[in-house]
Each structure stands twice: as C-alpha cells, then as structure tokens.
C-alpha cells in the first residue's frame, strides 16, 4: 500500500493503546445499537411467530385450565401440562351463532420417566377440521401423518427418522419443524388418533392425573376463528353465557401480556441505546480531540511539507473511519457470538417468545450497524478534523522550543 | 526561483498598555536570489521565525505581498498554495520535526508520498549519505539522537530539490562539527542553484553567508 493511503493505518498503528482504546469504545457502541437492535427485533419476531402459529381468534379451555395447568403457561412459557372437557360441549360450541372454523386440540405431557424418552408437550389435533397447525406443518412436511408419526419442534433433540416412545408408545419422527422462537420449538404435534392412543397408554400406566376419561369422548381446547359477520369479542361473550364449564378466551387478549412486557423489555433496551450512544459520542469527541491535540505537531510538519487543509482534515477523517469501522466489525462479531448460540437461553431467562430474524435481515442490521458507527465514528471526529485543518503552523512549530 | 517580498507586515492581537495589537514584523521588503544563501539573525522574539513561516506561505502577513517568480502566494487557494510549497519550498522547522510512526527514510520520502507519488530513493540515499547518516535509513525516530533527527529534517526539505530552502534554527542543539555538515550541505545547496533562507543565532552562519540580515523587534535590517 502507497504511504499515502497508509498513511492514517500508521499513524494508528504508532500508537497502538489510544487506538485500541479507540477501537474499543465503538466496538462497544455498535455492539449495544446492534445487538440491542436484534434483541428488539427477535422479541418482535417472536411475537409475530407466536400469533401466527396461535393462527385462531378464539381459544376455548375448560375452566379449571384458566387457574389450574394454566393455558398461558403451556402456549407462552413452554410449560408442560394438560387438561379436558367433554367432547358435549364441543358440540354446544359448534352450535353457537358466528363461527367460521372449530377445530378441536388434545394436549398431553409426557411423563419424565422411562416410559417417555423426552418430557415434551404433546399437542394433537383434527387433519379434518384443523386450521391452525396443520399449514404450518406443510410447511415441513407434505404427506399426511399417519397413526403413531409426529413431528417435533425445532428446539427438540430429535431428528426425522428418530423414534421417540411416550408412555411405551414406539412414534415415528415424520418432520422437524421451522424455529418459531416460541414454546411450540419444544412442543410434539401428532394428528388425534395417535394422541388418544397416547392418552390411553398413560391412562393404562397410571401416570395420567386424570383417571376416568375416555379419550375419544374428551378435548383440550376448542379453537375458533369468526366468521366475517360476527366479531371475535362477541362470540367469546356468547360462549362465555351460554356455554357451561368453559371459558372463551381471544389469543389477542392471551398475548397481550406478551405484547406489554416486550413493549417495556423494548423501552429499555432503546432507551440503552440511545444513552449509550450519546455517552460514546461524547466520549469518542473527547477522545478525538485529545489525540489530535497530542499530534498538533505531526500534522504541523505535514503542513510544513504541503498538506492541505482538507488533506489534514482527511487524515483524521480516515482515522476515525477506520477505528470505527474496526471497533464495529468487532462489535458485531460479539453481539452476533452472544445472540446467535444463546438465543434460547435469552428466550428462557426474558420468558418471551424469540425469534432471531432470517439471514437477509441480519444482514441488513449488519451492514446498517457498520454504517451508523461509522458515521458516529465521523461525526465525532469532524470536530477535530476541522479544528486541525486551521491550526497556525507557525505557533505550533514555535511551541516546541 | 526567487522570492521577493514587498512591503510586509505582520500584527498579531495581543492586549498591550496602549493597543490592542502587537506588531511582529514592521513593514519590509526583502528578496532571495536563487543560488544566494541568506541568513537572518536576531534576538528570540524578534520576529525571525514569522518572517520564514510568511515565506513559506504558512502565515499571512497583515499587509504586502509575497511572490514566488511571479505568484502571489497569498492570492491562491489553500489547495493550490500547500502544492505550490510541496513542489518548490522546502523547509527545516524549529526542534524535533518527525512523524514518530515512520521510519526515517519514510519521514524523508514525505513530500513525495503525500501525494501519492513514487519517491526518488535513490535521491533519498545520496541525501542520508552526504548528511552522514544513511546507516539510520530503517531507523524509527524515537531511536535518533537530535542531531540525526536534525539532519533528517534537512535530507526531507531537500527531498524535491526545492528552488526555496527556508531554514529555522537548523543548527540549534547541534555539537559544532554537526553544525559545521549541516552548513557546509546548506552552502552546497545554495552553490546548486537553490535560494537558501537560513534564520539562526549562530555567528558562524556568516561565514557561510552571502549576505546577512539582523531583525530587531520585528525591524529587519542589512548587517
């Protein structure tokens, strides 16, 4: 490389402890914009993922499912646990004005014990009626599952192919689904004839805390969209009326509690931002400005020799645009090693869905962190950029005798 | 080339007893002939060096003008002017003039590589060897003694065999038989046709001179 253009590499590479301290500061300014920016981003995308698989306006539960094996608890924090209702008041519900879709849905937990080989969530539903899962399923696996094949969550150390056996039930692997950044990533789907196979395996070894049922004659939950002449909110009101020993429940209102802690975690991440990087400008100027106040003389000689202004003001421009770019390349990389391998330790500790976004987007936030570090990076320095670029030669030169 | 100067001054603002400006150097006209080594002596304070740092196109003077053949110096633009000095003025500043990330040949090949142009390194040899220093070519300057740093400043001014060489204390510092290479290379310069500037406090600079000059509080007379 010409010393020309290398000229602000040496420099740099000259004083390694104030460039590294340089480096530093933006790496870590575009590490909270980045990675803050992805976290935001991944609650976000979590949230989205988890109405879309929730894919109903309506969830119908028995009753004791809202106080006991609470229904939040399993669809939102992965919790494990199952509950039913007579398949009668499917009927009753069927039957209630304003209903577009129903589906039914069997939940079950495998036990931790060796009759399971892992202790999952098991979610079955209807092939005939279902509207919510069976598209997303598609998705990963084309063909119709057929008794005792089941496709597992993503977040499941299973594979296709793998057998898992639940309450001594030998199931077969058909496909692994999509990350969702949601409960379901560890979450067992099975069309209704397997579940109930399962459901009567457990009831067979005593390990289902249910005892009298019988499973062709019991459902967890109902799920409903409206049709287009009634609203949600109405038909929940009717259901909630007329049908006894249930409660209807509007997903948008079940992920509201969602949507308000994300809205608070998102607050406080943004409001990081923001103080964090007005703190590094300040610090950065700071740091600029005293660095060239230290080489006031070394740039003096270069005026001496024939340095413009402007090629002065360049020289520190491409300092500062190479500390910066450095110190946000490095900072990405950190925000990218801690988000990408701890994304479901995240998940775990926030207790909210989280979905890192595909590919093309990280990228995007890749190349618009780099450049907005930069540009602070710039913005910084073009205060000590313009104050070298008029220094009086003479007094400076003078000044060192 | 030659360098004239015509009717120059230069005031500074500085809150004195009865003004509120401070006269560095008093109206004067001066002219350097190429192949003439000058020197200005004077008292420190005297107005000597802002009298070399207007030369050099560095400093506006208050009032004149300075020409360079037949260039205004001060009517060009900044861009144009810092080319114009790359190209044809050459000068040794006061002290220790090195940029410490560069080795002492690099340091030396600066007038050139700042604009991105291929240094003569032959040019830059036969410059460290006359000054006696070309043992020191890979030498960061944080491992030169004065006197080298010195020498090294003088090899760099002379990089573009400039027509205008503006010395400020060359030999400040320097034990007497480095003060004696460095005149003896001025002299030299001088008799290869460059117009040679030297300001200094050193008597034995007159020895070398062709003509001298004395600056007394900013007045600056012919010895």
């Known amino acids: 490389m010409r010393l020309s253009k290398s000229l602000p590499f040496r420099n740099l590479a000259g004083k390694p402890i104030r460039t590294a301290i340089l480096i530093l500061l933006t790496a870590l300014l575009s590490l909270t914009v980045f990675g803050g920016t992805l976290m935001i981003t991944s609650l976000k995308t979590g949230l989205h993922s988890l109405e879309d698989r929730l894919g109903a306006d309506i969830m119908v539960v028995p009753y004791e499912a809202t106080t006991k094996a609470n229904l939040e608890n399993i669809v939102l924090q992965g919790n494990t646990g199952y509950f039913y209702m007579d398949t009668a008041r499917l009927e009753k519900i069927q039957s209630r004005e304003g209903i577009g879709q129903i589906s039914a849905q069997f939940y079950l937990a495998s036990a931790n014990s060796g009759c399971c080989t892992i202790p999952v969530q098991i979610i079955g539903y209807d092939p005939d009626t279902d509207f919510t899962i069976s598209p997303w399923i598609k998705k990963s696996y084309r063909n119709t599952l057929q008794k005792y094949d089941i496709v597992v969550g993503n977040d499941l150390n299973a594979f296709v192919g793998d057998t898992l056996k639940f309450y001594g039930v030998e199931c077969h692997v058909a496909a692994k689904l999509d990350k969702t950044g949601t409960s379901f990533d560890t979450t067992v789907f099975t069309n209704a004839d397997t579940i109930k196979a399962l459901i009567q395996s457990s009831l067979d070894l005593h390990l289902n805390t249910f005892q009298n049922i019988d499973p062709d004659k019991v459902v967890s939950c109902v799920l409903i969209n409206a049709d287009e002449e009634h609203t949600p909110e109405e038909i929940v009101n009717d259901i909630n009326l007329h049908v006894k020993k249930v409660k209807a429940i509007q997903t948008k209102e079940m992920i509201s509690g969602v949507s308000d802690s994300l809205a608070g975690v998102s607050n406080v991440i943004s409001i990081l931002i923001i103080a964090v990087w007005l703190l590094g400008i300040m610090i950065l100027l700071l740091a600029f400005t005293m660095s060239v106040n230290e080489r006031k003389k070394e740039f003096a000689v270069l005026r001496v020799l024939g340095a413009s202004r402007k090629k002065l003001a360049g020289i520190v421009m491409q300092e500062a645009c190479i500390t910066a770019f450095s110190g946000s390349t490095g900072g990405i990389c950190i925000g990218l090693l801690i988000m990408i391998p701890f994304n479901n330790l995240i998940e775990e500790q926030l207790h909210l869905p989280f979905l890192l976004p595909d590919v093309s987007q990280l990228i995007v936030y890749i190349i618009s962190a780099v450049i907005l570090s930069v540009l602070t990076g710039m913005i910084s320095a073009s205060v000590s950029a313009f104050r070298i670029s008029r220094i009086d030669t003479g007094l400076i030169l003078r000044g060192d005798n | ?223």
Do not use: W
């Open chain 2, 1 to 223: 080339m030659i360098l004239k100067a015509e009717k120059i001054s230069k005031e500074f603002p500085r809150q004195m007893k009865n003004a509120n400006r401070f006269t560095a150097v008093q109206e004067t006209d001066f002219r350097l002939n190429p192949g003439e080594l000058v020197i200005i002596m004077g008292r420190s304070g005297s107005g000597k060096s802002t009298l070399l740092n207007m030369f050099a196109g560095l400093l506006q003077p208050t009032a004149g003008k300075i020409f360079l053949d037949d260039k205004s110096l001060y009517d060009l633009e900044d861009q144009e002017l810092s080319k114009l000095r790359n190209q044809h003025i050459g000068m040794i500043p006061q002290g220790q003039t090195a940029l410490y990330s560069l080795t002492m040949l690099e340091n030396i090949c600066l007038p050139y590589t700042l604009y991105g142009e291929e240094p003569h390194e032959a040019d830059a040899c036969a410059l460290l060897d006359r000054l006696e220093i070309s043992h020191l070519r890979n030498a960061m300057p944080s491992e030169l003694s004065g006197g080298e740093l010195r020498r090294m400043a003088i090899a760099r001014a002379m990089m573009k065999k400039p027509g205008i060489l503006l010395a400020d204390e060359p030999t400040s510092d320097l034990d007497d038989e480095t003060t004696k290479i460095v005149f003896s290379f001025l002299k030299e310069s001088a008799h290869n046709g460059t117009a040679v500037l030297i300001v200094t406090h050193e008597n034995d600079a007159k020895n070398y001179a062709d003509r001298s000059f004395r600056m007394n509080a900013g007045m600056l007379c012919q010895d």
